[in-house]
C-alpha cells in the first residue's frame, strides 16, 4: 500500500494568514494527489485533484502543487469559512487507494 | 447536481453482514463513471473499501476484499454495499461517492453512521 503521511496534524492560524500543508507519500505517484475539506459532521469536499487542478467552483486562494512523493496545499489568505480538516488521497494505482490523516486547521 | 443519498440500518449486530444502499439523483449511473463507498472512523480516518461501474466491474481494497461485495442496479439507480462478518472495527460513517475522471472522488453522500453493536 501506498502510505500517505500529513504534515502537520494540527495548524493554528489567524483570518489572513497563508497556510501550507504538506503530503508525502511513500513511493511516487507523479501527479495522482486530490486535497478534500472536511467540516464538522459533513462529507469531505473535493478542492484539487491531479495534484494542481482546481475543482470548479473552489475558491482561488486554494492551490496545489508538487509531484513524484511531496505535495503541498495552500491558502492564500486563510478565511473563516477554510477552518476544516485537509486530506490528501493518492490515486496512482487501486491498490488500494489511500489518504493521508488528516490536518486539521483551527483558529489561533 | 450530481447528489448521493446513502440509506441502511444505523445499527448491525456482531458477525451480522452490513449493508447499504446509495440512490443517485442528477446524474444516470450507466452514463459512466465509477461509484464508490469509503468509510470513516476514529481510529481508522478515511479508508477506501472499494468502487464499481456500471457494467459489474469492482475493485475492492485488499484489507476487507474477502467480506466486500458491491453491486449495481441501474435500473433503479442505485448501487450498494454489503460487508460481511462485521465487529466492533467496522463501526464508522459509510459515504458513497463518484468516482471521477481519475479515481479522486468528486462528489459525496452525506454519510450514513453504522454502528456495530449487541
Known amino acids: 500500500d501506498i502510505e500517505m503521511t500529513q504534515s502537520p496534524s494540527t495548524l493554528s492560524a489567524s483570518v489572513g494568514d497563508r497556510v501550507i500543508i504538506t503530503c508525502r507519500a511513500s513511493?511516487?505517484?507523479?501527479?495522482?494527489l486530490a486535497w478534500y475539506q472536511q467540516k464538522p459532521g459533513k462529507a469531505p469536499n473535493l478542492l484539487i485533484y491531479?495534484?494542481?487542478s482546481l475543482k470548479s467552483g473552489v475558491p482561488s486562494r486554494f492551490s496545489g502543487s508538487g509531484s513524484g512523493t511531496e505535495f503541498t496545499l495552500t491558502i492564500s489568505s486563510l478565511q473563516p469559512d477554510d477552518f476544516a480538516t485537509y486530506y490528501c488521497?493518492?490515486?496512482?494505482?487501486?491498490?488500494?487507494?489511500?489518504f493521508g490523516g488528516g490536518t486539521k486547521v483551527d483558529i489561533k | 447536481q450530481v447528489q448521493l443519498q446513502e440509506s441502511g440500518p444505523g445499527l448491525v449486530k456482531p458477525s451480522e453482514t452490513l449493508s447499504l444502499t446509495c440512490t443517485v439523483s442528477?446524474?444516470?449511473?450507466?452514463?459512466?463513471?465509477?461509484w464508490g463507498w469509503i468509510r470513516q472512523s476514529p481510529g481508522k480516518g478515511l479508508e477506501w473499501i472499494g468502487s464499481?461501474?456500471?457494467?459489474?466491474?469492482?475493485y475492492y481494497n485488499p484489507s476487507l476484499k474477502s467480506r466486500v461485495t458491491i453491486s449495481v442496479d441501474t435500473s433503479n439507480n442505485q448501487f450498494s454495499l454489503r460487508l460481511s462478518s462485521v465487529t466492533a472495527a467496522d463501526t464508522a460513517v459509510y459515504y458513497c461517492?463518484?468516482?471521477?475522471?481519475?479515481?479522486?472522488?468528486?462528489?459525496w453522500g452525506q454519510g450514513n453512521l453504522v454502528t456495530v453493536s449487541s
Open positions: 442528477g446524474y444516470y449511473i450507466i452514463s459512466g463513471y465509477y
Open positions: 461517492a463518484r468516482v471521477g475522471e481519475y479515481d479522486y472522488f468528486d462528489f
Open positions: 513511493q511516487s505517484i507523479s501527479s495522482w
Open positions: 464499481i461501474y456500471h457494467g459489474g466491474t469492482t
Open positions: 491531479k495534484a494542481s
Open positions: 488521497q493518492q490515486y496512482n494505482s487501486y491498490s488500494p487507494l489511500t
